[in-house]
């Protein structure tokens, strides 16, 4: 019994174990890794991928994904700079780029929940779309001298960047939604047997209809954060961050099957690739290198949840033949 405890103990615990050992590897490794300004950018940088990997969360866990992510990030980032530019008015701004994220996500939600499109082949669709917009509404040229915006990304308010405090907010809102919301309890459900959870009652369309929504907000929240460090309003900026969200996400403990996921797990998760990719700049790591070890850790990641859940299944399969009367 003892042992059963301890082991269920550390496996609820080990991404943070990882987390931990992570963090004291990366001290040893390199001397400039535990200084203050290095901690801060490393805080700094991590903010855009953590909304991104509570978006491919929200998703995963309900057995979908968003391959547009990336794409509709530069797409609200640049329309959202391109407000304040005309206005100066930075709530605008900000309202363009939630509508401009929810705009391109409710059209994913349409293939998705009312075509049975594979969130896959809809989202990939997506990706193209926004970054085409992107790219044909600047002309490919990059908007400069964004003026305050740059506070949304780069500001401070007392010791704390303000993207960190924005950070923060999000994650107790993401948090209260999945553990103390009927929607949020939905998500498990649909993510772990879609049917089972249309015939107990939950409309899963509408489920996957508020997801992306919310998915959209983040996206264009994202965006406005990240162009804002920038200091510009770059079109092609973000490619290939919907990796960094998946990959945040998956490696934090968020099953690729569904039906699985933490938002602490998240975060632990998002913060490992955060100082991995950290160390290997300090200390050097080529570039191409630092690519394809980060697309390694991926595919062990999704491998290692499926070897996990498979030896579960197997567990309980075994359990049932054990507790029926034998003849």
């Not at 309890?185 to 772990?192: D, E, F, H, Q, T």
């Amino acid at each position: 019994m003892k042992n059963s405890k301890l082991t269920a103990g550390l496996q609820r615990f080990s991404i943070f174990i990882v987390l931990l050992v992570m963090f004291v590897a990366c001290s040893l490794l390199s001397p400039y890794f535990l200084t203050p300004n290095n901690l801060m950018n490393v805080a700094r940088q991590l903010c855009v991928g953590i909304l991104l990997a509570y978006a491919e969360m929200i998703l995963i866990v309900s057995g979908f994904l968003d391959l547009s992510i990336g794409s509709v990030l530069a797409l609200s980032g640049v329309l959202a700079v391109s407000t304040y530019k005309s206005t100066h008015v930075m709530v605008l701004a900000l309202l363009v780029a939630f509508l401009v994220g929810i705009v391109c996500n409710m059209v994913n939600a349409v293939f998705v929940a009312q075509f049975d499109v594979p969130a896959f082949i809809a989202t990939l669709g997506m990706q193209q779309v926004a970054r085409g917009i992107a790219l044909y509404y600047t002309g490919g040229a990059n908007i400069l001298q964004l003026g305050k915006f740059v506070q949304l990304g780069q500001g401070m308010v007392g010791p704390f960047p303000v993207p960190v405090l924005i950070v923060l907010l999000i994650t107790v809102i993401v948090w209260y939604l999945f553990n103390h919301t009927r929607y949020g309890r939905s998500l498990y459900a649909i993510g772990g047997n879609r049917k089972a959870a249309e015939a107990s009652g939950i409309n899963t369309k509408k489920s996957i209809f508020i997801s992306y929504a919310i998915v959209g907000v983040l996206a264009g929240l994202a965006g406005a954060i990240f162009m804002a460090r920038n200091n510009s309003g770059i079109p092609n900026g973000a490619v290939g961050y919907e990796m960094t969200g998946l990959t945040a996400a998956i490696v934090g403990g968020t099953s690729f099957s569904g039906g699985v996921g933490t938002v602490m797990g998240t975060v632990a998760g998002a913060f490992i690739i955060g100082f991995l990719e950290n160390i290997m700049n300090l200390i050097g790591v080529n570039s191409y290198i630092q690519s394809i070890i980060e697309g390694a850790i991926i595919v062990l990641a999704v491998a290692f949840d499926i070897r996990s859940k498979s030896r579960k299944q197997t567990k309980q399969i075994m359990a049932v033949k054990d507790e029926a009367p034998k003849a």
